[in-house]
């Protein structure tokens, strides 16, 4: 995929290169991807030197620390929940989609998640007497800051929004919290301060520029690469319900609890601090993207897990239970939420507003039907049903994941080109690429070839609809090789520009060699 081959290239600059510190010089556009910390990049690279390239030693560490976070979450609900909410918590949080799919991915996501999960819970750990643990925490934190830009601090955050609120309730003392704050950070920036350093004092302002102002500022207040929903500031609660609809209970047992705060376990607190801080950062960020809400989903999973536990037994759920049966169907179908948003925007048709009538009107009927099954049916049958019917989502989740989504439609074709570029004599290749928010920067095409990424090759990028500069190089080269970039936009509003390209270069003596999901290959006639 596209991303995956932007930390592929930083690996294989290293492996080739023994680039180590600083793969500026090969990353694609330079700092706009050599400004991430590199830890994941060295933990691909050290399986590349061990057991070569291929897609497995990409994406092993990925899937490893997937798998860890399914375990530390487990662990961590097991602090203070019983077996069964503690359980639950595993089909839960394999039934998310997107936990699945990034998992499978050799992006960072994944892998600074399962460090801000370790450090919480070594701090869960100092929590409960360990005072050790919080030096561990500490070193979680410094390797979360190692594997993405600034993300890591989510761990502070949590914890200042976790510490202010045990001194609001009288349970910490105000110079214990600052310390326990100040030992952590620093500890942590210790760790991640040489790297940073280093790349600032090779970088200079291109690296402040980079790091800070596009990849943190402007990604908070104006938003980059044509990311901003429509949905706006809801998005993250949509995408949330949508890709995990039991977190829509995190938000009842906020309101629960705040009643009672002072009662309220630490440890609890602790896990709502977790969720609520990253909710509104990520919420207020006018860039947003799906894998954006993927730190949430460990603490909501956890506190959604012992609310459905604690209101079964209770048998006074009707609300919550009705709302998350609410949450699955408005999960459940994408044409359900495309209806309700054409109504809500005033722009409806027959179709969508007797769809958007037929949920409304369904909800009384699921209070009804939620009332009855708790008042008729033992606490005990209706949690082992919950059970069976979370790992069974969970299952098909995986199953999902790993058999029925076409992987194939995510190939596309660059393997092939640049097999064919590398074994070729030309010198000089032309790629005519569509406008996106990247320009010419194409990771998949640097991954896959060597010449290209060592530099063995000129490679010319131009927008490809600038006509008049294309003639002027296929001019001026002698024999280059073409690449015309196509997208899913050029079966609809970009047919022209594709179509008169190509006959630029059947007019100019070029033939069609390969032609794959993405790309067109060209080389003149003899």
């Not at 209770?314 to 179908?333: A, D, Q, R």
Request: charged share 20%.
């Amino acid at each position: 995929m596209w991303d995956e081959s932007l930390y592929g290239v930083r690996a294989k600059a290293i492996y080739y290169f023994n680039e180590w510190i600083d793969q500026t010089n090969y990353a694609v556009g330079g700092l706009y991807s050599s400004a991430h910390p590199p830890l994941f990049i060295w933990l691909t690279t050290i399986l590349y030197k061990i057991f070569g390239i291929s897609e497995f030693t990409t994406r092993f560490f990925s899937a490893l620390f997937g798998s860890l976070i399914v375990l530390l979450t487990y662990l961590m609900a097991r602090k203070f929940f019983d077996h069964q909410s503690s359980f639950l918590t595993i089909p839960f949080i394999g039934s998310i989609y997107l936990v699945n799919f990034y998992s499978r991915q050799a992006q960072l996501d994944i892998p600074y998640i399962f460090f801000i999960t370790l450090s919480l819970y070594f701090y869960l750990e100092f929590l409960n007497g360990k005072k050790f643990h919080l030096y561990l925490s500490s070193f979680a934190l410094g390797l979360a800051l190692m594997t993405k830009i600034i993300v890591g601090f989510f761990v502070p955050i949590t914890l200042a929004f976790f510490l202010f609120t045990m001194y609001l309730t009288g349970r910490v003392k105000f110079k214990e919290a600052c310390l326990q704050l100040i030992t952590l950070t620093s500890i942590g920036l210790l760790i991640a301060l040489p790297w940073h350093v280093y790349m600032l004092t090779a970088h200079g302002e291109d690296f402040i520029n980079t790091f800070f102002k596009f990849h943190i500022i402007e990604r908070l207040t104006e938003g980059v690469e044509e990311n901003i929903p429509e949905l706006g500031y809801f998005y993250i609660l949509n995408q949330l319900i949508v890709q995990f609809p039991p977190s829509i209970l995190v938000f009842i047992d906020l309101i629960k609890n705040v009643k009672h705060l002072k009662k309220i376990d630490s440890q609890k607190i602790l896990i709502h601090s977790w969720f609520w801080s990253e909710f509104f950062i990520i919420s207020l960020s006018k860039t947003k993207i799906p894998n954006y809400v993927l730190p949430l989903f460990v603490p909501a999973v956890i506190i959604s897990a012992n609310y459905i536990k604690e209101v079964i037994d209770k048998k006074e759920g009707i609300f919550p239970l009705s709302l998350l049966l609410i949450s699955l169907v408005w999960s459940s179908s994408q044409e359900l939420r495309n209806a309700v948003k054409e109504v809500l925007k005033l722009n409806a048709d027959l179709n969508s507003l007797i769809i958007t009538a037929l949920f409304a009107l369904s909800m009384p009927f699921i209070l009804s039907v939620v009332s009855l099954v708790l008042k008729k049916i033992e606490s005990g049958k209706i949690v082992k049903f919950v059970y069976v019917m979370a790992i069974g989502v969970g299952l098909f989740s995986i199953l999902k994941t790993e058999f029925f989504i076409d992987y194939e439609r995510y190939n596309d074709g660059a393997e092939k080109v640049c097999s064919f570029i590398d074994s070729s004599k030309v010198d000089t290749v032309l790629y005519l690429h569509t406008k996106h928010s990247t320009a010419g920067m194409n990771p998949q095409l640097t991954f896959y070839s060597y010449r290209k990424l060592s530099g063995l090759i000129k490679w010319i990028e131009i927008p490809r609809g600038k006509h008049q500069i294309i003639k002027n190089y296929l001019h001026n080269l002698r024999n280059p090789i073409v690449i015309v970039e196509r997208t899913a936009r050029d079966l609809q509003n970009k047919q022209h520009e594709f179509e008169s390209t190509k006959h630029l270069l059947l007019e100019a003596g070029f033939k069609e060699l390969i032609n794959v999901r993405r790309y067109i290959l060209f080389k003149r006639e003899p």
